[in-house]
């Protein structure tokens, strides 16, 4: 059977162009010029869809929150003969809304570059797949945790000038009894909406202590960062439980960082502030998350105390290639550096990655190109070997893990 495509597009010479080319690749083809056709016309067996973003419309951007709500599962070509940077907005946009975006054509569409995306169609590779395939209800997330399914899981963090190990980040996952081992956004959204934050914290901040102290036994003595949900901070007790949990392993505070998303701004700013300062005079190391997408202004990063800034993988994976996205690290990382703190750059996944950000002067990076998230149990393994390619003086390529998991 034919693959339904509906196009929406105002300029019927393209929209021809597009239809004849998609038809000889084995689509039915069905063009609508408006938003609310393109709304009548859309049905949940829609395989693919081709939108075209023109200035002074608003109907693309209209179909991409409708896809949205939707849920729909079509891929999705944006196309667009505005300046590059508002199709690369839409772009952020349908990802964010998580539709399985396939590319962006700027017009005219040459024909070789809808080939190459079709293509991707076809074989099923998608640029990139938000598309989240499980969710766990609540009451099946209360009994995972009452279980002890949660599993943590490790990812290194490198100096960028002498390239060595330097700390590891705690990333929750759960070894779901059916459905295998899940990543968090599986199931991190439900433990915030239904109050089991507290809970997962605590079973991965012990756990993840517990491995720092065992590995600190064996001489591998890494900072562990843990991640903390911006609604734990509103707890005024947080400081003195995380102490206690850290005192119970002998692990100073000063080698714990605690990774808050700049998200809490937004929300309970007084205590928040209040636990955040007091974790720091307790020795914490508090790590500003996801930078570049929150709601930080400038005033506020100089109140709060923090000493790391970890610039969001979004921006750092697209750097070496979108000018806008490199001003946007290369100026985070001055404005970092000027205020005192060390900065990370997270979702290093080529090697132009890596050059760029040691080219930025960065301090630390962490990304696939470096190492997976991986099993405790493999770390010092992974150490190992990390350590004996440095000796000869060469970044390690990144190896697979045995189990790929992120
Ligand atoms: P995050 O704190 O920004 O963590 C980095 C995420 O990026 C991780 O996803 C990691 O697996 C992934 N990642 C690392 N390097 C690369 C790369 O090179 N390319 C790509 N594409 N991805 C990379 P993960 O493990 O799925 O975690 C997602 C988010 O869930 C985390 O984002 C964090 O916000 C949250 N999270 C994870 N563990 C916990 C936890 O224990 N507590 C809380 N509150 N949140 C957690
Ligand atoms: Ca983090
Ligand atoms: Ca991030």
Same mark, same amino acid.
């Given at each position: 059977?034919?693959?339904?495509?509906?196009?929406?597009?105002?300029?019927?010479?393209?929209?021809?162009?597009?239809?004849?080319?998609?038809?000889?690749?084995?689509?039915?083809?069905?063009?609508?010029?408006?938003?609310?056709?393109?709304?009548?016309?859309?049905?949940?067996?829609?395989?693919?869809?081709?939108? #075209?973003?023109?200035?002074?419309?608003?109907?693309?951007?209209?179909?991409?929150?409708? !896809?949205?709500?939707?849920?729909?599962?079509?891929?999705?070509?944006?196309? #667009?003969?505005?300046?590059?940077?508002?199709?690369?907005?839409?772009?952020?946009?349908?990802?964010?809304?998580?539709?399985?975006?396939?590319?962006? *054509?700027?017009?005219?569409?040459?024909?070789?570059?809808?080939?190459?995306?079709?293509?991707?169609?076809?074989?099923?590779?998608?640029?990139?797949?938000?598309?989240?395939?499980?969710?766990?209800?609540?009451?099946?997330? $209360?009994?995972?945790?009452?279980?002890?399914?949660?599993?943590?899981?490790?990812?290194?963090?490198?100096?960028?000038?002498?390239?060595?190990?330097?700390?590891?980040?705690?990333?929750?996952?759960?070894?779901?009894?059916?459905?295998?081992?899940? $990543?968090?956004?599986?199931? /991190?959204?439900?433990?915030?909406?239904?109050?089991?934050?507290?809970?997962?914290?605590?079973?991965?901040?012990?756990?993840?202590?517990?491995?720092?102290?065992?590995? $600190?036994? *064996?001489?591998?003595?890494?900072?562990?960062?843990?991640?903390?949900?911006?609604?734990?901070?509103?707890?005024?007790?947080?400081?003195?439980?995380? !102490?206690?949990?850290?005192?119970?392993?002998?692990?100073?505070?000063?080698?714990?960082?605690?990774?808050?998303?700049?998200?809490? /701004?937004?929300?309970?700013?007084?205590?928040?502030?209040?636990?955040?300062?007091?974790?720091?005079?307790?020795?914490?190391?508090?790590? *500003?998350?996801?930078?570049?997408?929150?709601?930080?202004?400038?005033?506020?990063?100089?109140?709060?105390?923090?000493?790391?800034?970890?610039?969001?993988? #979004?921006?750092?994976?697209?750097?070496?290639?979108?000018?806008?996205?490199?001003? *946007?690290?290369?100026?985070?990382?001055?404005?970092?550096?000027?205020?005192?703190?060390?900065?990370?750059?997270?979702?290093?996944?080529?090697?132009?990655?890596?050059? !760029?950000? #040691?080219?930025?002067?960065?301090?630390?990076?962490?990304?696939?190109?470096?190492?997976?998230?991986?099993?405790?149990?493999?770390?010092?393994?992974?150490?190992?070997?990390?350590?004996?390619?440095?000796?000869?003086?060469?970044?390690?390529?990144?190896?697979?893990?045995?189990?790929?998991?992120?």
């Amino acid at each position: 059977m034919a693959r339904r495509l509906l196009i929406l597009e105002h300029e019927t010479v393209h929209a021809a162009s597009i239809v004849a080319h998609c038809e000889r690749r084995g689509y039915s083809a069905e063009v609508t010029t408006t938003f609310t056709g393109f709304a009548r016309s859309w049905s949940a067996d829609v395989d693919l869809v081709i939108l #075209s973003l023109a200035l002074s419309r608003s109907d693309g951007v209209e179909a991409i929150r409708f !896809l949205g709500q939707k849920a729909s599962e079509a891929r999705l070509i944006i196309t #667009s003969d505005a300046d590059p940077r508002i199709l690369s907005a839409a772009h952020r946009l349908a990802r964010a809304r998580h539709l399985r975006v396939l590319g962006t *054509i700027e017009k005219p569409c040459h024909e070789r570059y809808l080939s190459e995306l079709l293509g991707r169609a076809h074989t099923d590779v998608e640029e990139d797949s938000p598309f989240m395939e499980v969710q766990l209800a609540r009451d099946e997330l $209360r009994r995972c945790l009452e279980a002890g399914l949660l599993r943590v899981y490790f990812q290194p963090k490198i100096d960028v000038r002498n390239l060595e190990f330097v700390s590891v980040e705690a990333l929750v996952r759960l070894d779901h009894p059916a459905r295998g081992l899940l $990543r968090p956004d599986a199931f /991190l959204a439900m433990a915030e909406e239904s109050g089991l934050i507290p809970e997962l914290t605590e079973a991965v901040t012990r756990d993840a202590f517990t491995w720092a102290s065992r590995w $600190r036994g *064996i001489g591998i003595a890494p900072k562990m960062a843990v991640n903390i949900s911006p609604l734990l901070l509103s707890d005024l007790a947080l400081p003195d439980t995380l !102490l206690a949990w850290a005192k119970a392993l002998s692990l100073e505070p000063e080698m714990v960082i605690l990774e808050v998303t700049e998200t809490w /701004l937004a929300d309970d700013s007084i205590a928040a502030l209040d636990t955040l300062t007091r974790l720091r005079l307790q020795g914490f190391q508090l790590s *500003i998350d996801d930078f570049g997408t929150g709601y930080s202004t400038m005033a506020q990063l100089n109140e709060i105390p923090y000493g790391e800034m970890k610039l969001d993988q #979004s921006f750092v994976r697209n750097a070496a290639r979108d000018p806008e996205a490199r001003a *946007i690290v290369e100026s985070s990382i001055e404005l970092g550096h000027k205020l005192g703190m060390r900065v990370v750059a997270e979702g290093i996944e080529r090697q132009e990655d890596w050059d !760029l950000i #040691s080219d930025l002067n960065c301090d630390e990076g962490q990304g696939y190109f470096i190492a997976r998230p991986m099993a405790p149990e493999e770390l010092p393994g992974w150490l190992l070997h990390w350590n004996a390619c440095l000796g000869g003086g060469a970044l390690p390529p990144a190896r697979e893990p045995a189990v790929v998991v992120a």
